[in-house]
């Protein structure tokens, strides 16, 4: 009997240890998976390579950039050559020499930046804190090691656990890039900001929230029936398959988007930069706080007073959306292009406010 019950506490407490290891497995894959669509929707990294692979100065140089104010100036040359082993006609010799620039990376002893050599953490590190507005005179005395102090007390290094000579993977970088857009600047500010994008109420990056006000966003386009995924697939500059899908705000898939096109239809945008297509059903069926979309009729227009300048509502089939910004306004107003009877397709917030409303219009496609 003791022997039964010794070998069922074995058991027991083996089972236990077995779950304490899984279990943050589990969850580091699930935190993982988060960070790598965000970085990937970030347009900072193609998260879809091998990231196993070691990364080398100069894809950090780009990385470094594209998480940058400067990516929408980023160009694939250089008119000048600022390093021996870099020429201008290098794929990445414009991000390198604005990192150069900014002091976000340094170059070797007789003017060599060596961008075939693998990053290490202690650049890593020093190109991070430039970006969030650090500079060298923030760390006298052991500037390395004090940089290293200051990356771990703000969490920019979570979940890579490299020494600062350490060379560093693609799959260290999407974790240091993540923890960048979390992270606070010098004056006060989310980093994601610098992207237009958002942090949520928990803390993590609000992934789908790079699709609003992003330079290199292209759409709103409606694509409905079997026509309608040939026209999608000519649409896009890459392959849908090659690339991440979100619809109403979820991460789907590339097939899950065709049924939804040759199905009710959707709206969609795309961002070539991250090979990302944001997708929004037609049939009214997002999530509360996210964003839908509506293709139908429009049947009349609702004003605050005698002003039929600024429109307060549209009504389309029976459903009243908010027009709350100058651009929607003026679209739905007497002077604009979208004309009571004639069909309209409205991308809109999901019930955000009590009263009559289905949502409010946050953009829209006249003709498509």
Known sequence: MKLRKSL?????TTAAAAMAVMLPFSSFAKSYSLKSSVVNSAGIMDTAADNNQYVTRSDFAKMLILASKYRDVLTTTSNISIFADVPAGNENASAIRLCAENGWMSAYLGGRFKPDQAV?????EKGLLGLLGYKNTDFPGDQYNMRHAK???ISLTEDVE???????TRSDCISLFYNLLRCKTTDNRDYVSVLGGTLASDGEVNA???AQGSNSLKGPKF??????HSRLTSWLPFAGRDGSTYINGELSSWDTLVDLVEGDGAVCYYNAASKTVWAYSCDGSGERGGKSAYR???EGVEYNGPDTLTPTAVQIDGNLYKLTTTDMQYAFSIYGSCKVGETVTVIYTVGDDAGNYTGTV???IYED
């Open 8 to 12: 069922k506490t074995l058991l027991i």
């Open 120 to 124: 290490t953490m202690s650049e890593a």
């Open 151 to 153: 990356a771990a007390s």
């Open 162 to 168: 490299k020494t600062l000579s350490d060379p560093l």
């Open 208 to 210: 789908t929230s790079f």
């Open 223 to 228: 694509f409905h029936g079997n026509s309608g």
């Open 296 to 298: 139908g009729v429009i």
């Open 362 to 364: 946050v953009d829209y």
